[in-house]
């Protein structure tokens, strides 16, 4: 058995006074004083961080063994899946300990995007898909065609993906480290506009997720260096699900990668989606969150508009969604993003998430995804002690 004993969490943003040095540094760090472990007690070390041609630091691993020198010789790994890189980190850290060969491991997230324009970012991400045949195609491109078949099966869906922004920028309110605080309406998400102009067609500025930069760790020990730990949360479950790559080979408005993560993860937490509290999922777009709610089985094939309507997902609802304000204000520094929903919902499970906690909460579900739905990872997440 794992548990998850500490964790760090920088600001996110455009955070152009730190290198990408600097924030796994900082994560890092804050994240083993936080578990109250000594970094001579680290057996190993994993970085989930998605694409070295988005920094010059393209061999990030070994900068975690800057945080201390007692971190000098441990085995250090970079994990790489996409936008589920920080998730790749995780489970990689958590098989290690189930394996035996390690006892505390430390895992860190770390991604620098914003000192590149718009353009090369859009390059860097869009190797996350099949490039013989998506080659040239930005991800809100690729986004913009689950939309674009979600649309043309179920109707417009124009205003459940604007509630789903305008919900996690109120969310975000609360969320100190989120990279924007600002709060839009959802007539303001509803319209083209000079300021909310089309990116992709039905896709605008307020459908997409933030370029950031951004780092988040986690000291993750086996059970037996938990016991004497401040507080501990366990995994009920910790599930992979990898689908095809080529989008032409799947049904986009099924989701299936993802759905097939979700009953996995049910089935080894031994859960139903209604016993879950809260949960942090990967909305890099909005039609990605509508697509999960149904995914995850909170909403019938098509119906997930009716879990905005009817206020389930909302802070008060049966079952809060990104209450950090998710990828879509909160920031997206990929590499770091599942690392972060990790720390985030062990928070919540804790009583320690502040003004962003769901009072009460007792099991969280994480999902993150790397590329269209292709890398799917869901954890579930219970406090065994609280911090």
């Keep these: 058995m794992t548990r998850i004993i500490g964790w760090g969490h920088t600001q996110f943003g455009r955070l152009s006074d730190k290198t990408l040095e600097d924030l796994i540094v900082e994560a890092g760090g804050e994240a083993l004083a936080h578990a109250g472990i000594a970094p001579a007690d680290v ?6 961080h998605f694409n070295g041609g988005m920094v010059g630091d393209g061999f990030p691993s070994s900068l975690a063994l800057n945080i201390h020198p ?3 010789f441990k085995p250090a790994t970079r994990l790489e899946n996409a936008c589920a890189s920080g998730s790749a980190a995780v489970h990689a850290a958590r098989n290690a300990i189930l ?11 770390a991604e620098k995007m914003t000192h590149l324009g ?12 099949y490039q013989a045949e998506e080659a040239g195609l930005t991800f809100p491109q690729v986004f913009a065609g689950f939309a674009r078949a979600y649309f043309e099966e179920f109707g417009d869906a124009t205003e459940a993906l604007a509630m789903i922004a305008a919900k996690n920028h109120r969310n975000a309110m ?7 605080h600002k709060p839009l309406t959802v007539e303001h998400c509803s319209a083209v506009s000079e300021k909310n102009p089309m990116v992709a067609a039905p896709l605008k500025v307020s459908d997409c997720s933030l370029v950031s930069d951004g780092a988040a760790a986690l000291v993750i020990t086996s059970a037996d260096v938990a016991k004497t730990a401040p507080r501990a949360v ?11 790559l080529p989008m032409s080979r799947r049904n986009l408005t099924a989701f299936e990668g993802p759905r097939a993560a979700f009953q996995r993860a049910y089935a080894s937490a031994g859960i139903k989606v ?19 709610y149904e995914a995850m089985g909170l909403a019938a094939p098509g119906r997930g508009a009716d879990v905005l309507r009817d206020g389930t997902v909302l802070p008060s609802g049966r079952l809060p969604v990104n209450l950090s304000g998710g990828l ?11 690392v972060s929903m990790h720390a985030l919902i062990a928070r919540q499970v804790t009583g320690t998430a502040g003004e962003m906690q769901r009072p009460g909460a007792g099991l969280g579900l994480v999902f993150n995804m790397g590329g269209s739905g292709v890398a799917n990872y869901a954890s579930v997440l219970e406090a065994e002690r609280a911090g």
């Design 118 to 129: 718009t353009a090369d970012v859009g390059t860097a991400l869009g190797h996350a898909s």
């Design 274 to 292: 209604s016993d879950i509290d809260v949960a942090e999922v990967h909305d890099c777009f909005t039609i990605a969150e509508l697509l999960v």
């Design 234 to 244: 366990a995994f009920r479950a910790a599930e992979q699900v990898n689908d095809l």
């Design 328 to 338: 879509k204000a909160k920031g997206h520094p990929v590499g770091a993003t599942g």
């Design 174 to 180: 609360a969320n100190p480290l989120a990279q924007m």
């Design 43 to 48: 057996d190993a070390i994993y970085v989930g």
């Design 70 to 72: 007692d971190l000098r």
């Design 99 to 109: 394996a035996g060969q390690a006892r505390v491991a430390l895992v860190i997230g």
